[in-house]
């Protein structure tokens, strides 16, 4: 059965950094697209970055571009977002999942969610 764990959410100032990771279990990452993804409240899910399988090509959302780093750690069957220079726009509830169709970053309803997620607030 398939199962991500995500963690590392907080709360920080303007400008603060955090490093989410998503810990998978019952498959291994290396072998899919793996995509993280944001809810706000009264927002639609989003889509910020994603990671290929085999040769880990990434893609971000322009809103994110620059501050965001994803990677995938395949000994630790993990995948992870290290979030710079954060704004209150980014706060909201932070998600990975899988593409069932090989794409990164297709759309949102390409993906599979088998986490509860982790929330980010950022304000001053």
């Known amino acids: 059965q398939r199962h991500f764990v995500e963690s590392g959410g907080g709360s920080v100032q303007p400008g603060g950094s955090l490093r989410l990771s998503c810990a998978a279990s019952?498959?291994?990452?290396?072998?899919?697209?793996i995509g993280w993804f944001r809810q706000a409240p009264g927002k639609e899910r989003e889509g910020i970055s994603c990671?290929?399988?085999?040769?880990?090509?990434?893609w971000y959302v322009d809103s994110v571009k620059g501050r965001f780093t994803i990677s995938r750690d395949d000994a630790k069957n993990m995948v992870s977002l290290q979030m710079n220079g954060l704004k209150a726009e980014d706060t909201a509830k932070y998600y990975c999942?899988?593409?069932?169709?090989?794409?990164?970053?297709?759309?949102?309803?390409?993906?599979?969610?088998y986490g509860q997620g982790t929330q980010v607030t950022v304000s001053s």
């Open positions: 990671i290929t399988v085999s040769i880990g090509a990434t």
């Open positions: 999942a899988i593409n069932r169709f090989g794409r990164c970053p297709g759309v949102t309803a390409d993906y599979d969610y």
């Open positions: 019952g498959f291994n990452v290396v072998d899919y697209n």
